[in-house]
């Protein structure tokens, strides 16, 4: 996974995604706050549900590794073993964080 | 390619909204274009500018999710069609169902069951310029 790039590219496709980014960093942050929540009390449809809502977010922006490690823990919802999807949490926050640093460095976002 | 109308934007996710917004709007293709995060909206919506008798106002395409935690595709699509004055009218709009992942299963067969109703195919997300372009021109071209 770590093979993966944090975005497609280190351009951005279209200029105008540059203004989005920040929106969507931030609609992702809160959405995987709500995630923890659910996790947190074992609602894993809940899971299941913010972790697909954050995978198509994370696609359109083309961030794809964010995207492949949400994926994942969407699978891993599927199955109850929460010291598994505990795992996939932590390294999910990992990864958005990185992105959000990446993007930070190579798209000037705020 | 026809002059295309406008564009209805429904996606649980308000960036995703927000970067199909942009993406559509660069190509100065369409009319209006506006855009729901909640489905239930999305369909007060379309009912309240059906009313007022001005087909202009309404979307020739939809884009729509097809995972939404109100309601799938699938549910939006029935009660759109529970609509008896759109459905029974001349207004047919597109319908393009967006999903994260391709197509299989139950909603596959979903997507294909409602092409009689206006579902025109199906774009996984990221939506990009090209996805638009050959839509269009499958579908509005001459």
């Not at chain 1, 959405?31 to 609602?43: G, I, K, P, R, Y």
């Not at chain 1, 795992?87 to 959000?100: A, G, N, P, T, W």
């Not at chain 2, 935690?69 to 609509?83: S, V």
């Not at chain 2, 029974?88 to 997507?111: F, G, H, Q």
Request: net charge negative; glycine share 4%; proline share 3%.
């Amino acid at each position: 996974m770590k093979d993966l790039p944090v975005f497609a590219s280190t351009e951005l496709t279209d200029e105008s995604f540059k203004e989005l980014l920040p929106h969507f960093f931030k609609e992702v942050m809160d959405d995987f706050e709500l995630l923890s929540d659910a996790f947190l009390v074992n609602n894993l449809n809940e899971v299941w549900r913010l972790a697909h809502k954050i995978n198509g977010s994370a696609l359109s922006y083309e961030a794809i590794r964010m995207s492949s490690k949400v994926a994942e823990l969407q699978e891993c919802s599927k199955i109850n073993d929460s010291i598994k999807l505990g795992e996939q949490m932590d390294q999910l926050k990992e990864v958005i964080d990185l992105s959000y640093e990446y993007a930070k460095q190579y798209f000037q976002i705020s | 390619m026809v002059e295309i109308g406008s564009i209805l934007l429904i996606d649980d996710s308000e960036s995703v909204n927000s970067r199909n917004y942009s993406l559509l709007g660069s190509m100065k293709l369409f009319g209006e274009i506006k855009a729901y995060s909640n489905p239930y909206q999305a369909i007060k919506h379309l009912e309240k500018d059906f009313n007022k008798s001005n087909l202009d106002l309404l979307p020739s395409i939809i884009f729509l999710d097809i995972e939404m935690p109100e309601m799938d595709a699938f549910d939006f699509l029935n009660k759109y069609l529970d609509i008896e004055s759109i459905v029974l009218s001349n207004y047919k709009p597109r319908i393009v169902i967006v999903s994260n992942y391709i197509l299989k299963d139950r909603y596959l067969d979903e997507t294909n069951k409602y092409k009689t109703y206006g579902v025109i195919g199906h774009i996984r997300k990221p939506i990009d310029k090209a996805d638009i372009l050959d839509l269009l021109e499958e579908n509005f071209g001459k």
